[in-house]
């Protein structure tokens, strides 16, 4: 579609904002997105990265509500411009991470779960075919890791778990060693998960090997880390982060944590069981 400059202009913007991954650059890069879209209100992109955006404020507890309509944003962008694999990549993470939001109140049947996984699984499979013809590698190796956090969030086997450490490994080996942070999060908490299947020490350790890696983790990393301590048995190591994580974070609480779109109940105790014993507060 043709874009006003003008809106272009905004777009882009956010889109780098959107990159820095703090809470001031999230809420400018919203702004922005809503700006390109007062230019131009069929601006599929701009308002699939608007929803995207909101998303992540949540999911990194920077807004407290869970954010309003996003899914009802990102099936709008998809039906502007059903060919764009940016439009689809978006609604399929939109739909993945607020999956449980959506089953609130409801039974949440492991036959509704089912569902919930292989509508979402699908969603990234679309996008993955069509991002082939159109993405930059990195663009599609992140897309692929975003799959890969689909698998490990929503696997109720072994095997879905190493697909998503397989298919993490790659997208690792195939970008810049100056964008490996994103890559080596999902890897860390890939291998936690997988823990929890295997029942096997060696996957909290491989978990630590990638997540330390990280040079700058931020404090979603940071979490991660003290699970993998308390799992190991580590408490002191473990209670030392979580104490320098409650200074930082004088609000939070483990509630928080059922943002995380696991759709079985069990994992997600175990994570948040993992973080109290570290002494996070319910």
């Known amino acids: 579609m043709d874009v006003p400059i003008k809106a272009l202009e905004y777009y882009l913007q956010g889109f780098r904002l959107h990159s820095q991954t703090t809470q001031r650059a999230n809420t400018l890069a919203q702004q922005m997105f809503a700006r390109a879209i007062e230019e131009c209100p069929t601006y599929a992109r701009a308002i699939g990265h608007l929803a995207y955006t909101q998303l992540n404020a949540w999911l990194s507890g920077w807004t407290l509500k869970p954010p309003k309509d996003l899914r009802k944003r990102v099936d709008k962008a998809v039906a502007l411009d059903p060919n764009d694999y940016d439009n689809l990549w978006s609604r399929a993470g939109v739909y993945l991470y607020t999956a449980r939001l959506a089953r609130s109140g409801a039974k949440g049947t492991k ?36 799959v890969a956090d689909a698998l490990f969030f929503t696997g109720a086997t072994l095997e879905d778990i190493d697909e ?17 942070k994103r890559f080596l999060w999902t890897l860390g908490w890939a291998y936690y998960e997988r823990a ?87």
Not at 171 to 178: E, K, T
Not at 215 to 243: C, M, Q, S
């Open 111 to 146: 036959v509704s779960r089912a569902a919930d996984r292989k509508a979402v699984i699908g969603m990234y499979e679309t996008a993955v075919a069509k991002a082939k013809e159109q993405a930059i590698d990195y663009n599609l190796s992140s897309l692929r890791v975003d």
């Open 164 to 180: 998503a450490i397989a298919m993490t490994k790659e997208a690792i080996d195939g970008v810049h060693p100056s964008h490996p």
């Open 196 to 282: 929890h299947f295997s029942k096997e020490t060696e996957d909290y350790i491989a978990s630590l090997e990638a997540l330390l890696k990280i040079a700058f983790p931020t404090d979603n990393v940071i979490k991660n880390i003290i699970a993998d301590y308390v799992a190991l048995g580590w408490i002191k190591p473990a209670e030392r982060l979580a104490h320098e994580f409650k200074c930082r974070n004088p609000k939070y609480r483990l509630a928080s944590e059922d943002r995380w779109p696991y759709l079985d109940d069990e994992r997600v105790e175990r994570w948040k069981g993992h973080l109290r014993q570290a002494g996070l507060p319910d």
